[in-house]
């Protein structure tokens, strides 16, 4: 019998991953070689995992978020951020300054650099009441963290972000999303139907950048295609504004090619402006 874990209003959702700052530089003609090139920058709260619980908070659906915290003011700042939103934070604080994640782009060529450690990823040896959450959202490719989940609360549902995760835990996995390169690095080929023989109660989104996006549900799958006249634009956070967008219309018991749908709309305006995260809904 094929069967897909369904989201509903009544879920108690837990997002675990990483709480940093986005250094984001963006310039619109190539940069030169030994000068000063002056071009815009700002730092923002980030994060791909805390971007998510961000926007769901804007989106009016607060869930609780778990990940290490810097003890500096950029630490108190992440959290203050999300308690402004609705949101619920856990973790501990560790002795160490909060993570920079800087992006640097501009026509010619993109640079990504981040100092984050090990330090700030949760992991199996941290106690957490996870038998109190209904369904689980990460991008940290652990096994360990999630047999131990499991082991607290074998109903848990999950859905992985970035990985594709290990096919022993299919039973559990409700969703997967992640871009077209993460997809091709960690499977070596793009056959997205294939893929899902492994994960059987499981649907998969694969973003495809300006050709679209891929999505596969209930033995059946469709496309939608990029926006015509594809523009530079602005790419940090949009992933993580496609992952909102989508878990919110499943919270509200939307059919999933509308979740799909507005999960690309909010990627495609999140594209067009110098942000990470989104400020308002559609």
Not at 103 to 125: C, D, G, K, R, V
Not at 139 to 145: A, C, I
Not at 190 to 195: C, F, L, R, T
Not at 232 to 253: E, K, R
């Amino acid at each position: 019998m094929y069967f897909v874990y369904t989201i509903n209003e009544m879920s108690k959702t837990l997002i675990i991953g990483t709480a940093l700052i986005d250094h984001l530089i963006y310039s619109d003609s190539p940069l030169q070689e030994n000068i000063c090139n002056k071009v815009p920058n700002r730092l923002y709260s980030g994060g791909s995992m805390r971007n998510v619980a961000f926007n769901l908070g804007v989106l009016g659906c607060p869930v609780d978020f778990l990940a290490v915290w810097g003890d500096d003011f950029y630490g108190q700042q992440l959290q203050k951020e999300l308690k402004e939103k609705g949101i619920t934070c856990h973790g501990p604080v560790i002795s160490q300054a909060s993570p920079i994640f800087t992006a640097l782009f501009n026509p010619a060529q993109n640079y990504l650099i981040s100092s984050i450690t090990p330090s700030f990823q949760i992991t199996a040896n941290y106690d957490f009441p996870y038998q109190n959450y209904d369904l689980l959202v990460s991008d940290v490719d652990d096994e360990f963290l999630y047999a131990q989940i499991i082991s607290q609360n074998p109903q848990a549902k999950f859905v992985f972000s970035s990985f594709l995760p290990q096919p022993k835990y299919a039973s559990h996995i409700t969703g997967i999303i992640l871009n077209r390169h993460e997809f091709k690095k960690q499977n070596g080929d793009e056959n997205y139907q294939a893929m899902l023989t492994k994960y059987p109660h499981s649907w998969l989104v694969v973003t495809q950048d300006e050709m679209g996006v891929y999505y596969c549900h209930q033995g059946s799958s469709g496309k939608l295609e990029g926006s015509a006249g594809s523009c530079w634009g602005f790419p940090i956070g949009c992933g993580d504004a496609f992952t909102a967008g989508l878990l919110i219309q499943l919270l509200n018991n939307q059919d999933f090619p509308t979740a799909v749908k507005y999960g690309k709309q909010l990627a495609d305006q999140l594209y067009l402006t110098p942000d990470n995260v989104i400020t308002k809904p559609l």
